[in-house]
């Protein structure tokens, strides 16, 4: 007899049944198969099915209270949606079961996909939060480029003034270190640091041949440097 892979599974047909005497598991099997024999044709025999590995080992659990048998019955299925749904009424229309007259009622059909979806998004969403030390793929290659534009800055005359590129004709000039990284970091490389308010010889002259834009703050410091454009 072929098994169902586990990972085929689709579809798991629960059922309750009800029998007025005492039954045993070998009787429920037997009814399954016996009593839906020619029901849905030669396609849909669940014996055959089940030795096709398109229905796995149908599990049954029972319970006897005074004479009467009650049960939970299990029938994992390899199928289609339309196929389970015409085994699981097939079932339903079992009335006797061993020796016994019994009722079996499906209780509901369970897309055992969509719990073992549910389960990876919840799992997925718990190991996301134990990672320790990792960084995705966009966090790294930011990293990386903010690098490579870091290693850009130059130190330029006896000042030694904090620098991007200034092979071109424009310029702009900013007050320190930390506004030109800004700056790079933002894709502009034509910028250089005054290290202070007080306007650097330096910047007096790439202003002779340099068109040159002045960023300063707004507060005291940033006045005072920029009235000194006088010199270019």
């Known amino acids: 007899m072929a098994k169902i892979s586990p990972v085929s599974i689709k579809y798991m047909i629960h059922a309750s049944l009800v029998a007025e005497g005492a039954l045993e598991k070998p009787d429920v099997i037997g009814a399954l198969f016996g009593q839906t024999e ?11 099915l089940q030795k096709e590995g398109k229905i796995g080992r149908i599990e049954v659990e029972l319970d006897r209270h005074d004479k009467r048998t009650f049960g939970k019955i299990k029938i994992p299925t390899a199928l289609d949606q339309s196929e389970t749904t015409l085994i699981a ?19 509901k059909i369970e897309d055992v996909r969509g719990s073992k979806r549910d389960y990876i998004l919840e799992r997925a969403k718990k190991l996301m939060g134990q990672i320790q030390g990792s960084s995705d793929s966009r966090e ?22 904090a620098a991007g590129d200034l092979g071109g004709n424009e310029i702009f000039v900013v007050e320190g270190r930390a506004d030109v990284l800004n700056l790079i970091r933002a894709g502009v490389k034509n910028v250089i640091g005054m290290n202070g308010t007080k306007l650097p010889e330096e910047i007096k002259e790439l202003g002779k041949t340099k068109e040159i834009t002045l960023f300063v703050d707004g507060d005291r ?12």
Request: overall charge neutral.
């Open 38 to 48: 020619g029901l849905l044709g030669a396609d849909l025999e669940m014996r055959d």
């Open 89 to 107: 009424a097939a079932v339903e229309t079992i009335e006797r079961v061993g020796p016994s007259d019994a009722q079996i009622e499906v209780e």
């Open 140 to 161: 790294i290659s930011n990293k990386i480029k903010d690098s490579a534009r870091i290693a850009g800055v130059q130190e330029y005359g006896k000042n030694k003034l």
């Open 221 to 232: 410091g940033g006045k005072l440097g920029s009235c000194r454009r006088i010199f270019f």
